[in-house]
């Protein structure tokens, strides 16, 4: 990676820890704080290696699902499939995923500790 692109690279992170945090309520100084603490840690950390960031389409996918399963009503199936641009039949099975995660998560086990 170049110069100018390591460059890029920390002040995006900065940046998007910033105004995170902004979103968040936090004010201006405690942001910075943590933003450059942060971007510092991740640098320190990470810094010399080489990486590959993968690209976010599965926690996007995953976020997604949950909203459709949380906007679910039982009768809107279409909807579902026209707002977020996926068949039918991609709404069906991921209700049922959905579902089967709900249960599985809830679900006790005699074998837990």
Do not use: C
């Not at 890029?8 to 704080?33: C, K, N, P, V």
């Amino acid at each position: 990676m170049s110069k100018s692109r390591q460059h890029e690279f920390s002040q995006a992170l900065y940046d998007i820890i910033y105004h995170a945090l902004i979103r968040q309520g936090m004010t201006s100084h405690q942001a910075l704080t943590v933003a450059e603490e942060s971007t510092d840690t991740v640098l320190d950390e990470f810094g010399g290696e080489n990486l590959y960031i993968p690209k976010n389409i599965s926690g996007k996918a995953a976020r997604r699902n949950r909203q459709i399963y949380d906007e679910f009503t039982g009768d809107n199936h279409e909807v579902l499939a026209k707002k977020y641009g996926v068949t039918l039949q991609r709404i069906y099975a991921i209700i049922k995923e959905q579902r089967q995660f709900e249960f599985n998560t809830r679900q006790f086990s005699l074998w837990d500790d």
